[in-house]
């Protein structure tokens, strides 16, 4: 069974994090969300969950307006050839979310560390990162240090790379 948003919050509650979080409607794309601007500040995230074809996942979190050349993509994340969207059903078993609610939070999920983790650095050049904690009904904002602690703290080695054009 995926952990939940309560395991999420007790989580970062033990590593000393501290978050906001602000209650919505369901989002499932970034049109959506763009509707709470001017209410949540601070970086707001898309997510790609990834997988190349040696069944290698990644899940790159970019910044809403980014570009991503998905042709190229592969080259800059160290996939083994070009990469396509991961199932919904490995979605679930790997991050515990269902699509429209892919969010770095999901780490917490992937105890077996089989997701690669990629962070587009124009994104970490935010203060605040906001991303889904576990459910598309919520945006939690983080400071982009926590962020990474969090992720570090589920066992994975966050990369920052240039992913964005």
Excluded: W, Y
Aim: net charge negative.
């Amino acid at each position: 069974m995926p952990k939940i948003e309560s395991d999420l919050f007790a989580f970062l509650v033990q590593l000393g994090i501290t978050v906001s979080t602000k209650r919505h409607a369901a989002l499932f794309t970034v049109a959506d969300s763009q509707t709470l601007r001017g209410e949540i500040a601070g970086g707001h995230t898309k997510n790609l969950f990834l997988k190349d074809k040696k069944d290698n996942f990644f899940l790159v979190t970019v910044d809403e307006e980014a570009e991503v050349d998905l042709k190229q993509i592969h080259h800059v994340i160290g996939a083994a050839g070009r990469v396509s969207f991961g199932k919904p059903d490995m979605l679930m078993e790997l991050l515990g979310v269902v699509p429209g609610a892919v969010t770095v939070f999901g780490l917490l999920n992937d105890t077996g560390c089989r997701v690669k983790m990629v962070l587009d650095e124009a994104l970490m050049d935010n203060a605040i990162i906001n991303a889904h904690p576990l459910t598309n009904e919520a945006t939690t904002s983080i400071a982009a240090s926590d962020l990474v602690k969090f992720i570090k703290a589920t066992g994975h080695d966050p990369v920052i790379l240039k992913v964005s054009a």
